[in-house]
């Protein structure tokens, strides 16, 4: 069988950072092809220029199908030979019909108008083909899960006769049984002939059903490989297989008593109320310990630590206790009061006003301090807000600049520092250094070592290991919304592959 | 230096500033001179009024990142409610204006309920407001015109201050101006910050109270400071302050501006929203006592799509419709824009077909002009 794709050399640059060096993908006739590594490895930008969303002449290197080079400028063009990308988030009108949606912009004209007979009767036959139960031609999307969502996608795919399917992290909202339901699919369409690249890092899935596996890291392609030849070690080893430098700092901080305490909390997700997005987590968090909290794409991280900020859209209960006394969060202002702060993960929707400047997204969590009869003391704004600017090192003209005008770095600091005016006893951050460089990552570490040298006690959130690994005193690893492990990193003698196992549900596949 | 406080000057304001003494030129050379006489300047000012104190409340609103569109049904129907105290029941003045005020509160006390804490938009809310207080402004005056009102109203709407009391008035102003400067610098110099030139600062004092002494001295020519321009001063000064010192007012700034990020920095959201609709409520039944008082009666079609000319005054102010940027200032400046466009064109006899399609252009270029030059910036 000769190779169907093959993506030869591929170079993208995006300002200051190469997303993708040299990467080589084959792809055989009629395979499954998993594509595995970490969370900004460069999976994603490597489909984005396969299905022509990054045009040809933005990136180097070619692409080829059946041997014959393809130039796509456009999505249409990657359709046209046969290329059906279904991402993460889906592309179907909540608001329209399966039939409706099966037939977007390709619907079949009748002596007047739509005939839609003929549709209706072939999206019985597709929804027949891939066994999707429980509703008809004409029901809504909104109305369908997120499972059978996926399977309409697909079969949207496969009328338009593509011949390579790109799934990219398909399974990541599904549920076990609708996992089941899209695993037999995916396997009798490959019976009909059908190419699948299949990306996920959920080790268990590639086990099951791809017949080789391709790893990229840090935008270098590691190796390719057929999956009976290499275990599920061996794929770890390979997403993950990278030194920690120095630098991140020593920790010498000695961990003081519990601070807080979180029992049998519980988070369900906003958009189906069934669904539980964290299941009875339990943990503890001591004065002045960093807590790293690890887990996959969806493993319910951001859910867990936004709940307990009071800040997330979806319905929580658990017990929370802080310094020894119950404690009720409902809203961020609560947990503002009782001595909490939050960094998100989504700097710009959810972290800076974009309208403002420095000065004011600094002071904002703290305005009533600077109250002095019924106006805010703008002196006393100024004053305060330049010491924390300074102290984190926040690159800036002026405070009056807009926000905006700052790098990502310097926005980070400026939103650490709006957080640590309010001078926390439990600092949440997620993703402390996403999108940063890594002079300011650096900085970020050290300045949360000092934090908690002066007592603030951290939980951090992030998908790069070895930020887990080189700054956490205790990791938790949460698997599909539970925390799978607890790991002791006062040695700092985990490893990056101990994790992994238990992030991808390692300890699942023994059984 | 300089440039840090051409910087620190709203530009957008200060852009309409200059778009409006280009205004004022351009209808002064075409009316020969009339447009800048006292009594034209006058009359000016007392027009703005009422766009003025309606844009003011509605640029909280809009700086929200929310709109109101039901202000013109408030003006009539507030209107309405203080003629039918006044002159069908014979109700002592200060108590009819507090029951009037009353009332454009719990019309914004209504509207904020809806839009903040049962999360309806509020385009729906306030377009729904529209219809509904329209229909019960019809409903309480049966549809007929209530009118003479009592003296005080007459003075209210068209009365002037005596000289000397403008005099004070401006002296008042001179001072709480060089009283802020001050002691803004007096903080400063406490908390070891650069102060600034103080030659700049007192050129820009003295800018002001020269300002300050020629509007005086404009009015006191033809009549004296209008009455009803005193509450559009009063509301400019209050709501310019709430906006600018206060955790309130930095709080809205900060939803408007991202509404999620300000959640989780610990702002009350819902308690804002609905502070600022009730504020709302409030001027716009202000502003339906001064415009009742002005006609000296209400009818049903008083304040018809005044609304819209207090969006349009906040926009051409500089205010942006996504919400989080605009200024009180920038407002009572479109206001004036508005009412200067208006009085000239009336000078100049052109018919009101004319005037209006004039007016939607002006718009129409503001707000073009304002985006065009923010995205070069942006680039």
Known sequence: ?511 | MKNSLLKKINLRTYMMIIALVLIWGFFTMLTQGMFLTPRNMSNLFRQSVFVSILAIGMALVIILGEIDLSVGSVVGLTGGIIAILDVWNGMNPALSITITLGAGLLIGLWQGFWVAYMKVPSFIVTLAGLLIFRGILVGITKGTTIGPLSGVFKVIGKGYLDNTVGIIIGAVAVFFVVYIVFRSRKNKVKYKFDTGSLTVEILKLLIIIALIAVFVWTMNSYRGVPVSLLFALIALVIFSYVSRNTVFGRSIYAIGGNKKAAALSGINIKKVMLNVYVLNGLMAALAGILLTSRLNAASVQAGTTAELDAIGACVIGGASLSGGIGTISGAVVGAIVMASLDNGMSLMNMPMFWQSIIKGFVLLFAVWLDMATKNKNKA
């Open chain 1, 1 to 511: 069988m000769g190779n169907l794709l093959e993506m030869r050399n591929i170079i993208k640059d995006f300002p200051g950072v190469r997303a993708l060096d040299k990467v080589t993908l084959e792809v055989k006739e009629n395979e499954i092809h998993a594509l595995c590594g970490e969370n900004g490895a460069g999976k994603s930008t490597l489909i984005n220029i396969l299905s022509g969303f990054y045009p040809y002449k933005t990136y180097k290197g070619e692409i080829l199908i059946n041997g014959e080079k393809k130039r796509f400028q456009h999505i249409k063009n990657s359709e046209d030979a046969g290329i059906a990308v279904i991402h993460q988030e889906l592309a179907l009108f909540e608001e329209l019909s399966i039939t409706e949606n099966l037939f977007m912009n390709d619907q079949k004209a009748g002596r007047l108008g739509i005939d839609w007979a003929y549709m209706y009767k072939e999206t019985e036959r597709w929804l027949d083909k891939l066994k999707i139960k429980g509703c008809t031609p004409k029901t809504l999307i909104r109305n369908v899960g997120v499972g059978k969502q996926q399977l309409i996608e697909i079969a949207k795919a496969m009328r338009k006769n593509a011949r390579i399917l790109v799934l990219d992290e398909p399974s990541a909202a599904l549920t076990v049984t609708e996992i089941d339901i899209l695993m037999d699919n995916l396997a009798e369409l490959k019976v009909q002939g059908v190419t699948c690249i299949y990306i996920s890092h959920k080790l268990a899935e590639i086990e099951r059903i791809a017949d080789s596996v391709t790893i990229i890291r840090d935008g270098k392609k590691i190796d390719t490989k057929a999956v009976k030849d290499v275990n599920e070690a061996a794929i770890i080893e390979m997403m993950v297989g990278r030194e920690i430098s120095d630098m991140y700092p020593k920790r010498d901080v000695k961990t003081g008593e519990q601070i807080l305490e979180v029992s049998n909390f519980t988070v369900y997700s906003p958009d189906s109320p069934d669904k539980e997005v964290v299941k009875d987590a339990s943990f503890n968090l001591k004065k002045g310990e960093i807590l790293g909290l690890s887990g996959l794409m969806g493993a319910g991280r951001t859910e867990l630590v936004m709940s307990l900020f009071g800040g997330f859209p979806g319905k929580f209960h658990g017990k929370v206790e802080l310094e020894g006394m119950d404690v009720s969060i409902k809203s961020p202002i609560d947990a503002l009061k009782l001595g909490f702060a939050f960094l998100s993960e989504d700097r710009k929707s959810l972290g800076i006003i974009p309208t403002m400047d420095v000065k004011n997204n600094v002071s904002i969590t703290c305005l009533r301090d600077f109250v002095s009869f019924v106006q805010i003391n703008e002196s006393k704004e100024i004053y305060s807000v330049k010491k924390f600017v300074k102290k984190l090192n926040v690159k800036t003209p002026s405070l009056e600049t807009n926000i905006q005008n700052l790098s990502g770095g310097n926005q980070q600091k400026a939103i650490l520092a709006r957080n640590l005016l309010v001078d926390p006893k439990v600092l949440i951050i997620d993703e402390p250094t996403r999108g940063i460089d890594v002079g300011a990552k650096n900085e970020i570490y050290v300045l949360m070592n000092e934090l908690t040298k002066s007592g603030i006690s951290i939980i951090m959130v992030s998908s790069e290991l070895p930020e887990i690994l080189g700054m956490s005193d205790r990791v938790l690893v949460l698997c599909e919304g539970e925390i799978a492990k607890e790991f002791d990193n006062t040695e700092k003698n985990i490893s990056q592959e101990d994790i992994m196992f238990w992030a991808a549900g390692g300890n699942k596949i023994e059984k």
